[in-house]
């Protein structure tokens, strides 16, 4: 069966045409301004409203240190001219990493991360002249539910649990009788995430990521309605994790560390591929439901912000100084997180327009941004409008639905989009993200030596297409 292409737009007004035409808010400014001025975060500066999502290429060594490949990239982010650079996330501890190849944080690595985080501000510096208005961040995660070497779950899901993998290669789902983490295991990790932070202080970065997205631990706590004890349950609960952490950092370090966090404020449902036409659709769940974060209870999958709102006002009374919106989950909906062209190699084709998702994270991210207008909010889910992402983020800053818009695929394929933004007022089509996928099936890619192939843009980066035929080989449809 032919599939359809949807960025198929010869301008800018075939674009806005196609926007009128599915009834959406998506709105372009021709005219790049409100994106070069500065934006203040807690007491430091970014020097424009460019950033960089913490994109990672899983290719750290196995002790948890950048690679060449790492080192790589951040000093390619360093030189591409957005002020934001959040930094990709890096594991507490091995158990809790999302593949073999992920950085940690600890008192081993502090030096080789101290290093990298220099080379940034350096090469940012040999571009630009100084790195002072250049923020760069460290996303502190525990993957829960998607660790790699076994899930660690905050509770059972009747509909994920089937197809959270205890036997990856053999596609075995975690059995009924399978363990959820205790009370005192998610109390111990409370205070290793402070430890982490106040490390990454010393070492120098400019802020840190609590990270509550995509269904990693931290997020599927906020979505943890049917647990029990002192983190289920009850609003006050489910946020007593995060509430906990963001206070004893800041007992302990006060203002000087920025924290931010990026936040699902959407999980949505779990999608499945239709044997017959390939499109997703969603899995079949419980109603009312009672196990996703910002989703409408009674009437799945359709969002529900009160509670994300909700959330993002209590962390802003606890000193959190930024906030980057983002939805969905890669592992059973990656439509919702990243709209694409061409699905993920174990993925389903798209069940609605790239466009609809793109203004679902737009909707979503200004209601947040609208509800609290002197936070720092970080946009997500540009990078399918490909070479008028910018145009999209003009609108938005101009319009008060967001501060920061950021890349991630879009950073792999094009990590000097913003240079080149600022210099010529848009961004180049043939260096663009295509949103084809071939990053995550790297990603997915695990038959390796090291247990993961390294990921990167391969449509754009030469480097990337010799490991690609690689790791094709080991890949399935289902892999």
């Known amino acids: 069966m032919l599939k359809r292409k949807h960025f198929r737009y010869r301008d800018i007004d075939a674009l806005r045409a196609e926007i009128a035409e599915l009834g959406l808010s998506i709105r372009l400014e ?19 409203a460019f950033g960089i999502h913490p994109m990672e290429g899983c290719d750290g060594t196995l002790d ?26 890096t594991a507490l501890f091995d158990e809790v990493k999302s593949n073999s190849r992920q950085l940690i ?68 789902p975690i059995p009924n009788d399978y363990p959820v983490l205790s009370d005192d295991y998610l109390e111990r990790q409370e205070d290793i995430f402070v430890e982490a932070a106040k490390l990454a202080w010393k070492i120098g970065f400019d802020f840190v990521d609590l990270k509550q997205c995509h269904t990693y631990l ?33 007992a302990e370090v006060g203002d000087e560390l920025i924290l931010g966090t990026r936040l699902n404020v959407y999980d949505g449902v779990a999608f499945m591929q239709d044997p017959e036409t390939t499109v997703g659709v969603p899995r079949d769940i419980p109603t009312p439901y009672l196990y996703g974060f910002g989703v409408d209870e009674n009437n799945p999958p359709q969002p529900d912000m009160t509670e994300p709102i909700k959330l993002v006002g209590v962390l802003k009374d606890l000193g959190v100084k930024l906030v980057n919106v983002t939805t969905g989950s890669p592992y059973f909906n990656p439509h919702i ?21 793109v203004d679902r994270h737009i909707r979503l991210t200004g209601d947040i941004q609208r509800a609290y207008p002197d936070l ?38 094009y990590p000097d989009y913003a240079r080149d933004t600022i210099e010529s007022g848009e961004m180049v089509k043939k260096k663009v993200c295509v949103a084809v996928s071939y990053c995550t099936a790297l990603m997915r890619a695990k038959a390796n030596p090291l247990g993961q192939f390294a990921a990167g843009c391969v449509p754009r980066d030469k480097i990337y297409a010799p490991i690609y035929k690689e790791a094709e080989k080991t890949l399935t449809k289902r892999d």
């Open 64 to 89: 948890g240190k950048p690679s060449e490949l790492t080192i790589r990239r951040w000093e390619r982010f360093g030189r591409g001219g957005a002020k934001l650079i959040w930094g990709e996330a």
């Open 376 to 413: 720092p909010v970080v946009g997500t889910g540009y990078s399918w409008l490909q070479q008028y992402l910018v145009n999209a983020a003009e609108a938005n800053i101009r319009d008060g639905r967001v501060s920061f818009v950021a890349v991630g695929r879009g950073a792999l394929a």
């Open 218 to 250: 931290l997020s599927e706590l906020l979505a943890a309605k049917t647990r029990t004890g002192k983190y289920g349950g009850s609003f006050e609960n489910r946020t007593r994790f995060i509430r906990n952490i963001v206070g004893k950092i800041r």
């Open 337 to 357: 997180g990243r709209p694409f062209e061409r699905p993920p190699i174990d993925g389903y084709e798209t069940p609605e327009h790239p466009l609809i998702g």
């Open 105 to 172: 944080i600890s008192d081993e690595t502090a030096g080789s991360m101290e290093s990298i985080l220099n080379l940034t501000r350096n090469a940012h510096r040999e571009e630009f002249g100084s790195n002072e208005e250049v923020i760069v961040g460290m996303q502190l995660t525990h993957s829960g539910r998607y660790s790699y070497q076994k899930p660690l779950i905050a509770f059972r899901h009747p509909v994920v649990d089937k197809v959270t993998l205890i036997d990856k290669k053999n596609k075995i």
């Open 30 to 48: 021709e005219n790049i301004e409100k994106l070069l001025e500065p934006v203040q975060i807690g007491h430091k500066v970014a020097g424009n």
